[in-house]
């Protein structure tokens, strides 16, 4: 390996010190990050080539800096006469797609190491395209070796070349891991992290945070960290509000769920189905079926079409 070296096995470091985090001391600011369109849905931060997960995207000056030295190390190497550098479709040995390395994650023993097997070719790969492979590999239930990929990339110091691997997009989806598996306090323990790298949460990172609270029965945790998006002057999307709306339905609060519709509409934003959905489940758990059909009036008048979900809601 010519730019690093992969460990041939995985330390596990010091316990993080990070605990809950005292929201009234953060500051945040949004930053233009990919959205999401599901009530629980992970932040979605695409990678690979436009026409999808293929391979590497150009998208920051990191990923594309490392891209540039790999082929400079292949020209070194033609110059010295390496002829057998090159696969046969002209690509790097290393250079995989993020589907190939899913892939190879998948077919690796038990006890293997899924950093041996990807460090080489994440050198080629920008932090969308490295959150995108942490999806694909949880989406595939190999979400320790997802983890075990992220754990590795942000152990790494500062000099090293994969360290702007681990960005708000990478963050963000790790965050949003953390839900399946109910893990909110690696999920709190991330976002000190963050904050520690001087990395700036946005909507999505505090949209995916909220869907973690849920997930695990934290759903006042959740109303604190929508509070905090308010207080650091981040606009939340309509990701965000489907969440809130289903955190209200969970506490009982049946008419503040219903109120979002129209907060929504005050910063421009139009409810999606899925958002009067989630209104009427809200009304429906909190025993208020007059309500939820009042709900489903607001969805006929603005023109939406009901879905399968919405009359199961009712």
Known sequence: MDSFDAPSRIDKGPASSYGH???SNHHYHQSDVADGRDVHRDTDVRGGRE????????????????????????????????RDTLDTDGRMPSE???????????SLPA????????APSLAYLDSRATAALMKELAKCQQLSRAMEIFDWLKSLPAVHELYSLCDVYTF???????????QLRRALEYIGEMRAR??????????????????????????????????DKIRPNVVTYNTLVD????????????????????EDLEPEVRTFNTAIIACNMCGQPQEALKVYQKLLETGLQPISTTYTAL
């Open 21 to 23: 985090p005292n929201w």
């Open 51 to 82: 026409r999808g997960y293929n391979g590497p995207r150009m998208a920051n000056k990191g990923g594309q800096g490392r891209r540039q030295r790999g082929y400079k190390q292949l020209f070194q190497k033609v110059m010295r006469g390496e």
């Open 96 to 106: 995989m797609s993020v589907e190939e390395l899913v892939k190879v994650c998948c």
């Open 111 to 118: 006890s293997a190491s899924a950093v041996t097997a990807v």
């Open 172 to 182: 963000t989806t790790a965050i949003s891991l953390m839900g399946p598996s109910q």
């Open 198 to 231: 001087g990395l700036q949460c946005n909507v999505h990172t505090y949209s995916a945070l909220m869907n973690v609270c849920i997930k695990c029965d934290a759903c006042d945790l959740a109303l604190d960290v929508f509070k905090q998006m308010h207080e």
């Open 247 to 266: 955190v209200y339905g969970k506490t009982g609060q049946w008419e503040k769920a219903v109120q979002v519709l129209d907060d929504m509409r005050l």
